[in-house]
T-cell receptor, first 116, second 113 residues
Framework: GAVVSQHPSWVICKSGTSVKIECRSLDFQATTMFWYRQFPKQSLMLMATSNEGSKATYEQGVEKDKFLINHASLTLSTLTVTSAHPEDSSFYIC????????????FGAGSRLTVL | GQQVMQIPQYQHVQEGEDFTTYCNSSTTLSNIQWYKQRPGGHPVFLIQLVKSGEVKKQKRLTFQFGEAKKNSSLHITATQTTDVGTYFCAGRGSGGGADGLTFGKGTHLIIQP
């Protein structure tokens, strides 16, 4: 089945630094990937849609200058949390569909960010 | 906008007891999907329901889609410790997010041995 690889699985950084999270589709091409944020015991909150070769589409209330998304190839999307602060600490998950006509989402394993 | 309500938020059961989680949408859905997220893990697709009144089974799990395509349920018979996790429904309709889905808040299943 379709596999989405996400790296790193966890990261600890100092306040004010930037952190990059990678999301790769391993056995399929993904023109679109999705980035979510999940707080403990909470549901998935869609942050943005990453579009290969074009700008990401951000959901309302998500700061695009804070959460930089780059989708440089059909198999790789990156999320960079810039100038991270403790309130940015969260579980970030990406997902993709393994085909244009596929409804089901395949999720990455998630990245747990802790900002000190 | 489209909303998907999921209840209960938490469910404690003794191992061997049954468990049910319910989803209700504010609008008619084209389909509904169910995902399971183990503690510390990521959501994993379980099933998709498309037809009105559809019922699908996966071993001890039974999924139902309402006649009006606005509600759905997941029932687990004789729970086991491996069933622990959070179960999310995700509805696809005209008001979903860019990923096409509106997720419920999830039901956290806690099993006491």
């Amino acid at each position: 089945g379709a596999v989405v690889s996400q790296h790193p699985s966890w990261v600890i950084c100092k306040s004010g630094t930037s952190v990059k999270i990678e999301c790769r589709s391993l056995d399929f091409q993904a023109t679109t990937m999705f980035w979510y944020r999940q707080f403990p015991k909470q549901s998935l909150m869609l942050m943005a849609t990453s579009n290969e070769g074009s700008k990401a589409t951000y959901e309302q209330g998500v700061e695009k200058d804070k959460f930089l998304i780059n989708h440089a190839s059909l198999t790789l999307s990156t999320l960079t949390v810039t100038s991270a602060h403790p309130e940015d600490s969260s579980f970030y998950i990406c997902s993709a569909r393994a085909g244009t006509w596929v409804n089901v989402l395949t999720f990455g394993a998630g990245s747990r960010l802790t900002v000190l | 906008g489209q909303q998907v309500m999921q209840i209960p938020q938490y469910q404690h059961v003794q191992e061997g007891e049954d468990f049910t989680t319910y989803c209700n949408s504010s609008t008619t859905l084209s389909n509904i999907q169910w995902y399971k997220q183990r503690p510390g893990g990521h959501p994993v697709f379980l099933i998709q329901l498309v037809k009105s009144g559809e019922v699908k089974k996966q071993k001890r799990l039974t999924f139902q889609f309402g006649e009006a395509k606005k509600n759905s349920s997941l029932h687990i018979t004789a729970t086991q410790t491996t069933d622990v996790g959070t179960y999310f429904c995700a509805g696809r309709g005209s008001g979903g997010g860019a990923d096409g889905l509106t997720f419920g808040k999830g039901t956290h299943l806690i099993i006491q041995p």
